[in-house]
Structure formats: C-alpha cells, structure tokens
Antibody
C-alpha cells in the first residue's frame, strides 16, 4: 500500500527554521518526481518545491528560493524540506506529494506549519 | 509562476453538468500535456481526478472529463452528484515547478 507520512511541523517564530520530513512506503521515492505543496489557511494550493524523477534537479517557487531546500535519504526512503528564515506568509499545511502530473499522483495527509511571534 | 486562473465558484443541480475553466499561459498550460485536476473536500488531502489533460485514473467515475485548447484547460462534471461538492484545482507542469489554479468551489444545489 502506498503511503506518505509527513512530520516536523509546528509553531516557529519569524526568522526561525523547521525541517519537514516525508517518509514513503509502498514505492521508491528516489525514482519519482516528488513535491512539497502548501496550503495557507482558507487558501489555495501552491507547489513550493519539487525534485525530478532521479533527484538530479530541484525546483523552487520564487517566494522560497534561497530559504527552502530539498534533500533525500534513499536509505530511509524519505524526502526533507529544510525551511529557513521563515515568514508569517509561510504558514499553512504542507503536503508531500508524488508525481503531480500523473495518474498515480498521491498525497500525504499534511503537516501544519505556523509562523508567528 | 503565477497561479492559473479559475472561476471562484460553479454550481448545478443533481444530474446537471458543470464545466470549470483553467487559464494559463504558453509557458504552462499551453506548453505541456501535464495538466491535472484535483478534487479537495474540506480537511482532506487533494485527490487526482484527471491527468494529462483528459485521462482518468482508475476508480474515478467517467462523469469526470477534461480537455484543453491553447492556454485553457477545462474540467466537466456530468450527472452531478452530492459527493461532487468540493473544491477543484487545476495543476500544470511549468518546466520544473508545477503551478496550481486559484480553485473553484463546486456546489450541488
């Protein structure tokens, strides 16, 4: 059974850091496009970071470039999102998702990030 | 990396059809076949309903169909049912990062 489990969310002050984790089961994360998609409270979806199928390229939305970075651990079948210099507008539910453009697209249940003083 | 444009709302009575548009640019919707549509119920993770413009994943009813013309994609839900009431988002590959639509709330009257 395919599963994606996110963790690492929480409350952090502006300027702080968080590291989100996404652990996959039922498939090999390193051979798929993987994405972090966020949803601010009551708002729409925004893809903030993606890795291509073999992990040789990482992509970021302009608003997080230089602050967020992706990493993978193949041994743990996990994807990470390191978030630095956090701003209140980064607040939202962060979903880990597999291959947004395919019929096998799959999403985790999300982890909440709140940036507030 | 601007969001794709969708109408904020759409509605129809049970059994009727609704069509949602998704307008992008020649750098996203117009450039790639990777246009998907997602359904999201409150408090739940999104679920893919259409991928590659017009393909349906297994388990998605054939009441859902998709198309594209130029920079605009469309999702049609035929034979509306109560469980179709949800938020719908289009999503397009944009050469690396993917971009989502602004979302459309579908109400079944």
């Amino acid at each position: 059974e395919v599963q994606l489990v996110e963790s690492g969310g929480g409350l952090v002050q502006p300027g702080g850091s968080l590291r989100l984790s996404c652990t996959a089961s039922g498939f090999t994360l390193s051979t798929n496009w993987m994405h972090w998609v966020r949803q601010a409270p009551g708002k729409g979806l925004e893809c903030v970071a993606s890795k291509n199928f073999d992990g040789t390229e990482m992509f970021y939305v302009d608003s997080v470039k230089g602050r967020f970075s992706l990493a993978t651990d193949n041994a743990k079948n996990s994807l990470y999102l390191q978030m630095n210099i956090l701003k209140p507008e980064d607040t939202g539910v962060y979903y880990c998702a597999r291959d947004l453009g395919s019929g096998s697209a799959f999403w985790g249940q999300g982890t909440m990030v709140a940036v507030s003083s | 990396q601007s969001a794709l444009t969708q109408p904020p709302s759409a509605s129809g009575s049970p059994g009727q059809s609704v069509t949602i548009s998704c307008t992008g640019t020649s750098s996203d919707v117009g450039a790639y076949k990777y246009v998907s549509w997602y359904q999201q119920h409150p408090g739940k993770a999104p679920k893919v309903m259409i991928y590659e413009v017009s393909k349906r994943p297994s388990g998605v009813p054939d009441r859902f169909s998709g198309s594209k013309s130029g920079n605009t994609a469309s999702l049609t839900v035929s034979g509306l049912q109560a469980e179709d009431e949800a938020e719908y988002y289009c999503c397009s590959f944009a050469g690396g990062i993917s971009v989502f639509g602004t979302g459309t709330r579908v109400t079944v009257l």
